[in-house]
């Protein structure tokens, strides 16, 4: 059996300089659709769509989806959240397009967009049947030499054949494109996008998902962590901008270059880099695109709550301590809490449960999706913080804080309001809650019910943006491992007495 490497030579053979669409298969049961490079531009891609459907014996209707992104890695929250936007975003309805090779970092735990649309294949082989990996005769190199991973699974593959490089292959992915997912992305996902635009496809996407400090973003030559161009961030930051004319949308890109580099000057693909970049400006330009913009649905899921709240938590006055548990939806948070009020503490209740509850009441089915719903939820929770500076007790549970309402603004991407930042700052300029917060963790499971809307692998985001709020913020964090309800408690109060 050959290998992928030299199977894809085999086929460059079979395709010698054809200028036609070739569909060969292989003794490995893979199905190759490959053109020339200098072929694609002549082809008609709704009848190359067809001819897909029809050799894999696809549903006529099916959508193409293309993923396309960073080649860098992500940090680890941008490699969960990253993992959680494609398994909202695909569908075992969908025909999946992306790039084969990829990288995977299983110390750090970390990914690039490539990886993880591959494990999202894998969550359910057969999907592989509805999967088409885009190559060129560079990924050879990829694989062979620069240690780049490749599922062995993969069945289908469109080859841009004809001594091609990475990027060669963006005319035909492209233009087979019905939806495009974005995830971060530099110069050529910048064109991609491009591209799709200008064939009015609708493009989803999330930015800042490299995190701070990253070693793909280490310059050697200079010593330091760059940053660097965004195609999802440079898309949306103009959308925000509100340019409207040639030169608006100029002046935004001049600002938006003054803090930030294209890409890494000292690489050998640093040419090819600004040949991209070029070519996708002219069409941006050429097409005024900024007047497309409404085709994009971007969210910035990098940033942090340091940037809107100011100082760290210091230790309370008085003799009242007000601890906070906290934790992804289905830690079995509540089950704590419960197991504490049984036991005779004081315990305030999660306000965002009551205002859905209240809310659903009223006939709204999804409260959390209205506007104003964390308003409501901070509010509650003031209420309910300033009731307890009257109590009597000496120890005070807090199922949530403000806090993580704000953190759960910025989990979805949204940008908080003026009165929800004034409501986490007060909490920390007002010396209110102990420094120690519990945060519960997650169970490897999360059941949806009427007032939780999140799955695992959201779950497993917000747990990790939860730490990081509170840590950012100061707070001394203990988790609570997975165990019975009755040893979490008890684990609690052990900790309380040893660190409160």
């Known amino acids: 059996m050959l290998s992928l490497t030299n199977e894809i030579r085999s086929v460059a053979e079979l395709m010698g300089n054809s200028q036609d669409l070739q569909f060969i298969e292989t003794a490995n049961n893979r199905r190759y659709f490959g053109v020339h490079k200098n072929a694609q531009e002549k082809l008609d891609f709704s009848l190359v769509r067809n001819e897909i459907i029809t050799k894999l014996g696809l549903d006529a209707n099916i959508r193409f989806v293309q993923v396309i992104g960073d080649s860098g890695r992500f940090s680890y929250k941008g490699t969960l959240q990253t993992k959680h936007f494609l398994n909202s975003h695909l569908s075992d309805n969908d025909f999946v397009l992306w790039g084969l090779t990829g990288k995977e970092d299983n110390v750090l735990n970390v990914r690039e967009v490539n990886q993880l649309v591959t494990e999202w294949l894998r969550q359910n082989p057969v999907r592989f049947n509805k ?20 599922p062995e699974e993969v069945k289908n593959i469109f080859y841009v054949g004809g001594g091609s490089t990475f990027g060669d292959d963006t005319t035909s992915s492209d233009r087979l494109t019905q939806v495009g997912l974005l995830c971060g992305g530099g110069v050529q996902s910048g064109l991609q996008a491009i591209n799709l635009m200008l064939l009015g496809v609708r493009i989803y996407g999330i930015y800042n998902t490299r995190g701070e400090n990253n070693p793909d973003t280490f310059h050697k030559g200079l010593g330091e962590y760059l940053t660097y161009f965004s195609a999802g961030e440079f898309l949306h930051m103009l959308q925000m ?75 309370p006055q008085g003799h009242q301590k007000r601890i906070i548990i906290t934790g992804a939806p289905g830690s079995g948070k509540t089950s704590v809490t419960e197991r504490l009020k049984a036991l005779g503490s004081c315990v305030i ?39 307890a500076e009257v109590k ?66 959201e779950a497993v985001v917000i747990e990790q943006m939860l730490l990081e709020s509170y840590q950012r913020l100061g707070f001394k964090v203990i988790k609570v491992p997975p165990m019975s309800v009755e040893e979490r408690v008890e684990f609690i109060r052990l900790k309380q007495q040893s660190n409160l």
């Not at 999967?131 to 030499?145: G, H, M, P, Q, S």
């Not at 970049?277 to 910035?300: G, M, N, P, Q, V």
């Not at 704000?406 to 007060?426: A, F, I, M, S, W």
């Open 392 to 457: 009597p007790d000496d120890t005070i549970y807090f199922d949530r804080s403000e806090i993580d309402t704000l953190t759960y603004c910025l989990h979805l991407g949204d940008y908080p309001t003026k009165q929800l930042v004034e409501r986490v700052q007060e909490v920390v300029d007002g010396r209110f809650y102990s420094t120690t917060v519990f945060v519960i963790e997650n169970l490897g499971f999360c059941e949806q019910n009427q007032v939780r809307c999140e799955d695992q692998d």
């Open 349 to 387: 209740n999660e306000a965002a449960t009551d205002v859905i509850v209240a809310e659903q009441r009223k006939g709204i089915a999804d409260p959390w999706a209205q506007t104003g719903f964390r308003e409501k939820v901070a509010t509650l929770q003031m209420a309910r913080r300033i009731d």
């Open 241 to 315: 901008s509100g340019a409207k004319t040639r030169e608006e949308v100029e002046q935004f890109k001049a600002e938006y270059f003054k803090t930030r580099y294209l890409f890494n000057p000292s690489r050998d693909d640093a040419s090819t880099k600004q040949a991209l970049w070029d070519e996708a400006w002219a069409k941006f330009i050429d097409h005024r695109l900024w007047e497309r913009l409404d085709l994009c649905s971007f969210k910035d899921v990098g940033r942090t709550i340091d940037q809107y709240v100011k100082g760290q938590v210091m230790a």
């Open 131 to 150: 999967a088409l990996a885009n190559i060129v005769d560079k990924t050879c190199d990829a694989i062979e030499k620069w240690g780049c991973s490749y």
